[in-house]
């Protein structure tokens, strides 16, 4: 802007009828200043070009990382209901039909009863898991917004970089037509990217306020946000994810593998004794073991998906 200010001030203060051999040394001096002034800004712009594409691939990590962390938190949710559903449905229906089919054996009704505490207590294990739907909603609700302000981010400052090259070329050539009304027109075009420029600035100056919170201490941040039903313990075991750091969920696991083994084995059982005794009993009995096995395959899972190391990650 300053060099179109002073080419201006030159070109209209020079006189026309000016030698042609005294107007070389200052056209050429002009040709390299354009040149330079060129390459200036076309080094900037593609700078420019650069950040933005960087920003926009930063951007999507982030939402990447934000929909695996849901899609863990939704699959936690899904597994524990599945199953409560399988323990407090499913199998008391298989275990009230059993009790009828075996009501003259008393051994064989006491082993339901105790199938259907252990039951009982499973659920009642994971009816103390943490339930994750308001956080997830959350991590719904901000990947939206991030893709949704960076889309038009990015799309701005596409726009922006490509005017600015624009303009550049538009000044190149009113200086190579030595054009006083293109040059004026690019010059106030120049002052408008200017104030675009800082307004951009101004922007991102004010989302870097709003996020430093988050920035300077993304720990504390996070266990500021964190909902009430979800225990400080917890929050902790995810952040810090150290191996020294016991499970929060530990004992509810070890409770819902120890009560299954023991309910495998004593169905293990009644298929073994009862069933030549009550064939009518195998249908409620083999779907009590398949409701067993899924419910296995399902701790599994949820083993997995409780452990800290994949949403630390």
Request: with cysteine; net charge negative; aromatic share 8%.
């Amino acid at each position: 802007l300053l060099f179109l200010i002073v080419y201006l001030i030159c070109l209209c203060c020079c006189k026309r009828d000016q030698d042609p051999e005294t107007k070389r040394p200052h056209s050429c001096f002009v040709t390299w200043m354009a040149v330079t002034a060129g390459l200036i800004c076309c080094a900037a712009v593609g700078i420019g070009f650069y950040g933005n594409s960087e920003t926009n691939d930063g951007v999507f990590q982030l939402l990447y990382a934000l929909d695996h962390a849901n899609q863990t938190l939704t699959g936690i949710d899904s597994l524990v209901a599945s199953t409560t559903l399988q323990m407090e449905g499913e199998l008391e229906q298989h275990l009230a039909r059993l009790n009828e089919l075996l009501a003259s054996r008393g051994d064989y009704v006491q082993t339901l009863k105790f199938t259907q505490q252990l039951a009982s207590s499973i659920a009642l294990q994971l009816q103390g898991l943490p339930a994750w739907r308001g956080v997830s909603a959350d991590l719904t609700e901000l990947s939206g917004q991030v893709a949704y302000v960076e889309y038009y981010r990015w799309l701005a400052y596409l726009l922006f970089f490509i005017l600015v090259l624009t303009v550049c070329l538009l000044a190149c050539l009113g200086l190579a037509k030595h054009s006083r009304c293109l040059l004026v027109m690019m010059l106030c075009c120049g002052l408008l990217m200017l104030v675009l420029t800082w307004a951009s600035l101004a922007v991102d100056t004010a989302a870097a306020v709003g996020t430093s919170d988050f920035c300077v201490a993304p720990d504390k941040f996070i266990m500021n946000q964190t909902d009430d039903e979800i225990s400080a313990e917890v929050v902790h075991y995810y952040l810090y994810c150290d191996q020294s750091l016991s499970s929060p969920f530990q004992q509810a696991l070890t409770v819902f593998q120890r009560s299954l083994t023991t309910m495998q084995i004593q169905i293990q059982g009644l298929i073994q004794y009862a069933l030549p005794l009550f064939p009518t009993a195998e249908k409620d009995l083999l779907g009590v073991q398949q409701l067993l096995n899924s419910s296995e395959s399902s701790l599994h899972q949820l083993t997995a998906l409780l452990d800290c190391r994949g949403l630390h990650k």
